[in-house]
């Protein structure tokens, strides 16, 4: 969570710095963007919510070992610099990649390999839901946002392929989502739970493609946070259930 938080201060700096976020933002306010926060007060932020995660993460690594040293400090570097940097991530189209990189097989299999001592088969299988919804949010705000990332060189895969490519992508990422469960419940029957939201999933995609406004956008962007906590709930109960 630390991580995380330190990640969305890190990409509200730099965006900010690099101008992707201007007076022109269809997205949710930015804190720096819109003079909430100072830039210094921000990076005084992300210096505090890191030392933090360290912190945590040196409890974690008092009990697992070294390699949780190696993903805490992977996660911190990813999270910096997705937007900072000589080549920020975000900026270069390898924003998705890196999503489903820590968000998923990071996140899932970090998780277990600190309670159980290994990562597992399972838990490189489950690592592609959250990881690919992750992915999906993404998505969305990188299709909402191409119009004013084109100019300030945020070539993010929407603004290199257009965001018709990018609806399709959504679509993509979301079958993957539903994929997981449909495949886990095969060894463990209760993973199937997850497919029950097929419903809501349907509804929140055709949110998507439909959109054609920022406030649409961001709405959509709320629906698939949404539909990613009800796919892992879902699938968290269903492999407990099994297990």
Known sequence: VLIQIGAN?????????????ADDRLGPTRAVQSGTITASAMT??????????IAVGSYLVSLTGWPIVVVGIASILAAIAYTAGPYPLGYNGLGEVFVILFFGFVAVCGTCYVQVGRITSLALICSLNPGAMAAAILVVNNVRDAETDAPSGKRTLAVRFGTGVGKIEYVA???VAYAVPAVVSAEIPWAFLPL??????????????????GPLYNRSLAATGGLMLVQGVLLAFGIGLGG
């Open 9 to 21: 201060f890190a990409n509200d700096l730099y965006d900010f710095k690099y101008g992707a976020d």
């Open 196 to 213: 029950l939201s097929t419903p809501l999933g349907v509804v929140v995609t055709r949110k998507v493609l439909r959109a054609d406004s």
């Open 173 to 175: 990422l979301i079958l």
């Open 44 to 53: 005084v932020g992300i210096a505090v919510v890191f030392t933090l995660a």
